[in-house]
């Protein structure tokens, strides 16, 4: 039963109860894994119960690994006690090709850039830098908001207003 269920069944029988936290590999987290005094044990009003709860899996810390060459992203992975899963590349105006630009753990659908904390053994994938920019589609803006667009944090690039003679209008 969970904790919460388990804790206040002991406080309606006049007990006190202290929880402690201990990680499972095979018990989720919330579940009571024991107590001491063990059940049936007959004891005070007022005695204190120790009450051991499933953390869940151990987990271990998956360290930042934006702009680290995908093999040493991979090699971390592995340190940490992970499994490497897959890797996809996308865009990114500030990190080289082949660079990490972030990882995907398990209960996330976005990369995550900083120190991570994973459930021991589970699955990381790599998002990794294919070194290229998307351009996107200024054309019918005035120049200073193209300008201004392309020279923003989203794409870092210098731009150069230079007036052209060809157009008719």
Do not use: F, W
Request: aromatic residues 4%; contains cysteine.
């Amino acid at each position: 039963q969970t904790y919460k269920v388990g804790s206040q069944k002991l406080l309606d029988a006049h007990l006190k109860v202290t929880q402690v936290d201990q990680p499972s590999d095979s018990v989720p987290a919330d579940p009571i894994i024991a107590t001491d005094p063990v059940a049936g044990t007959r004891v005070n009003p007022g005695y204190n119960v120790q009450v051991t709860v499933s953390s869940g899996p151990v987990q271990v810390t998956l360290s930042g690994q934006i702009y680290q060459p995908e093999d040493a992203a991979k090699a971390a992975i592995a340190a940490a006690g992970l499994i490497y899963g897959s890797t996809t590349t996308d865009y990114s105006p500030s990190v080289p090709a082949g660079e990490v630009i972030g990882v995907v753990v398990p209960g996330s659908t976005t990369a995550n850039g900083g120190n991570v904390q994973v459930p021991k053994g589970a699955t990381v994938d790599l998002v990794v830098s294919n070194g290229l920019v998307q351009m996107p589609d200024v054309r019918g803006q005035a120049a200073v908001a193209a300008r201004d667009l392309l020279s923003g944090a989203s794409y870092g690039r210098t731009v150069k207003l230079t007036p052209s003679t060809r157009c008719s209008g």
